[in-house]
């Protein structure tokens, strides 16, 4: 069935939905469970097996996977804007996919400063045992022309950053990189893919962790990369047959649930994000507030020119650099669980101590002082998650008053 022209999210309400068989079918994509794919003949075979060889996507096994990997694919392909997209068992193994594919020994990359940080525990425990140079830097102070060496294979960026949501100058990056003839990945897990499209501002490579906001329900993990030339697709498609890299039909069946509402989630979590972040901006003992759509964030000028929206992710400073007020409030949270993912439905707070934002490279540019909150703002009725957060400051004030007393 041909519905012609359509808008983004029309396409990704019906990406991978089965044609009719006589006359009738399902509205969804069927679960397609295998370890064996079988085949009419030997010739059938073979001829699979060669186009496999050539590089093109077709399953001669269950490891590669069959129609619902593949309309996931498509349908995040579709979203991102890309060639060709491999699914990952997480957003981590999507991202090592991606080193592992690109970087050999010898060969350097350079790494934004403030990367998701289990990143760093990659290059330490792999990659620098691969003899893979990582060398960290600081996108929005140093010079990326002046660190690109001739063994620079990769450039490798997170955009906003993972705690306190810097927004990084996407374009001007990828040109310079563009110009020295190195691909730039982006991890694009923020915006879920729908509000930025990092492809079309010139990264070569968007990575998503679906188990965030594509799957968007806290009961998956997932990774996905888009790439954007057949080029990039041989060198991924190399390492992860290589890694066996292979997911459950259930898997991807469930982030092609999540994709058909990520646009009307993500909106909401959007709207009452800005609600939480614009009433912590006038709490007293609030020193500064994280959110790229605050007209007062550092980054929000770029945020309005490359992305459509903000997702759900808040971080706060408290004035006091003693973590005590911090861990009582996070502590007195009701609707706010204790948690470090994100992307679900729910709202999740996570306590970042200084410490923290030290593994995260922030002791190379805007460290706050003390300790950060991190809030994922779920879609749970805003005024309830305010009136949470309202008496976790009053716990928190309780609890700097009995230091000072003491
Ligand atoms: C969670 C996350 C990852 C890793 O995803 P997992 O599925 O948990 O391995 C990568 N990048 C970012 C920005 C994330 O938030």
Same mark, same amino acid.
């Not at 399953?59 to 129609?67: I, N, S």
């Given at each position: 069935?041909?519905?012609?022209?359509?808008?983004?999210?029309?396409?990704?309400?019906?990406?991978?939905?089965?044609?009719?068989?006589?006359?009738?079918?399902?509205?969804?994509?069927?679960?397609?469970?295998?370890?064996?794919?079988?085949?009419?003949?030997?010739?059938?075979?073979?001829?699979?097996?060669?186009?496999?060889?050539?590089?093109?996507?077709?399953?001669?096994?269950?490891?590669?996977?069959?129609?619902?990997?593949?309309?996931?694919?498509?349908?995040?392909?579709?979203?991102?804007?890309?060639?060709?997209?491999?699914?990952?068992?997480?957003?981590?193994?999507?991202?090592?996919?991606?080193?592992?594919?690109?970087?050999?020994?010898?060969?350097?990359?350079?790494?934004?400063?403030?990367?998701?940080?289990?990143?760093?525990?990659?290059?330490?425990?792999?990659?620098?045992?691969?003899?893979?140079?990582?060398?960290?830097?600081?996108?929005?102070?140093?010079?990326?022309?002046?660190?690109?060496?001739?063994? /620079?294979?990769?450039?490798?960026?997170? =955009?906003?950053?993972?705690?306190?949501?810097? +927004?990084? $100058?996407? @374009? #001007? !990056? &990828? %040109?310079?990189?563009?110009?020295?003839?190195?691909?730039?990945?982006?991890?694009?897990?923020?915006?879920?893919?729908?509000?930025?499209?990092?492809?079309?501002?010139?990264?070569?490579?968007?990575?998503?962790?679906? /188990?965030?906001?594509?799957?968007?329900? =806290?009961?998956?993990?997932?990774?996905?990369? +888009?790439? $954007?030339? @057949? #080029? !990039? &697709? %041989?060198?991924?498609?190399?390492?992860?047959?290589?890694?066996?890299?292979?997911?459950?039909?259930?898997?991807?069946?469930?982030?092609?649930?999540?994709?058909?509402?990520?646009?009307?989630?993500?909106?909401?979590?959007?709207?009452?994000?800005?609600?939480?972040?614009?009433?912590?901006?006038?709490?007293?003992?609030?020193?500064?507030?994280?959110?790229? %759509?605050?007209?007062?964030?550092?980054?929000?000028?770029?945020?309005?020119?490359?992305?459509?929206?903000?997702?759900?992710?808040?971080?706060?400073?408290?004035?006091?650099?003693?973590?005590?007020?911090?861990?009582?409030?996070?502590?007195?949270?009701?609707?706010?669980?204790?948690?470090?993912?994100?992307?679900?439905?729910?709202?999740?707070?996570?306590? %970042?101590?200084?410490?923290?934002?030290?593994?995260?490279?922030?002791?190379?540019?805007?460290?706050?002082?003390?300790?950060?909150?991190?809030?994922?703002?779920?879609?749970?009725?805003?005024?309830?998650?305010?009136?949470?957060?309202?008496?976790?400051?009053?716990?928190?004030?309780?609890?700097?008053?009995?230091?000072?007393?003491?």
């Amino acid at each position: 069935m041909t519905r012609g022209p359509a808008g983004p999210a029309t396409r990704l309400l019906h990406a991978g939905t089965p044609p009719l068989r006589d006359g009738s079918g399902p509205v969804n994509v069927p679960v397609v469970r295998t370890s064996t794919v079988r085949f009419g003949s030997v010739a059938a075979h073979e001829d699979l097996h060669r186009q496999r060889s050539a590089g093109e996507r077709v399953a001669t096994y269950g490891r590669h996977g069959l129609d619902t990997h593949r309309a996931l694919e498509d349908a995040v392909t579709d979203l991102e804007g890309g060639h060709r997209a491999f699914l990952a068992p997480s957003g981590l193994g999507a991202i090592s996919l991606v080193l592992l594919a690109l970087l050999s020994p010898g060969d350097h990359a350079l790494v934004a400063d403030s990367v998701y940080a289990p990143v760093r525990r990659v290059d330490q425990t792999l990659l620098q045992r691969l003899g893979i140079e990582l060398e960290y830097f600081s996108p929005a102070h140093e010079d990326l022309a002046a660190l690109i060496r001739p063994k /620079t294979r990769l450039v490798y960026l997170e =955009s906003p950053s993972s705690l306190l949501f810097e +927004v990084l $100058d996407l @374009p #001007a !990056l &990828a %040109a310079i990189a563009r110009d020295r003839g190195v691909p730039l990945a982006m991890d694009n897990t923020w915006s879920g893919g729908w509000f930025h499209k990092p492809l079309s501002l010139g990264a070569n490579i968007s990575i998503q962790a679906s /188990t965030k906001y594509i799957a968007g329900h =806290s009961d998956v993990m997932q990774g996905i990369v +888009v790439v $954007d030339s @057949p #080029a !990039l &697709a %041989a060198k991924l498609a190399t390492a992860h047959e290589a890694l066996g890299l292979s997911i459950s039909a259930d898997d991807a069946y469930l982030a092609l649930r999540g994709l058909r509402t990520l646009p009307v989630r993500l909106a909401q979590h959007q709207r009452h994000a800005t609600e939480v972040a614009r009433w912590l901006q006038q709490q007293a003992t609030v020193a500064r507030v994280y959110y790229p %759509a605050l007209p007062e964030d550092a980054g929000h000028a770029l945020w309005r020119r490359d992305f459509s929206g903000a997702s759900g992710l808040v971080s706060f400073a408290f004035k006091d650099s003693d973590d005590r007020a911090a861990r009582a409030f996070v502590d007195a949270l009701r609707h706010f669980a204790i948690g470090a993912s994100w992307g679900g439905y729910e709202s999740l707070a996570l306590l %970042a101590p200084p410490e923290r934002l030290r593994d995260h490279g922030y002791w190379r540019t805007q460290a706050p002082a003390g300790p950060v909150v991190r809030l994922h703002v779920g879609l749970e009725d805003p005024q309830d998650l305010i009136a949470d957060l309202a008496q976790g400051l009053e716990h928190a004030a309780r609890a700097v008053d009995w230091k000072n007393a003491a």
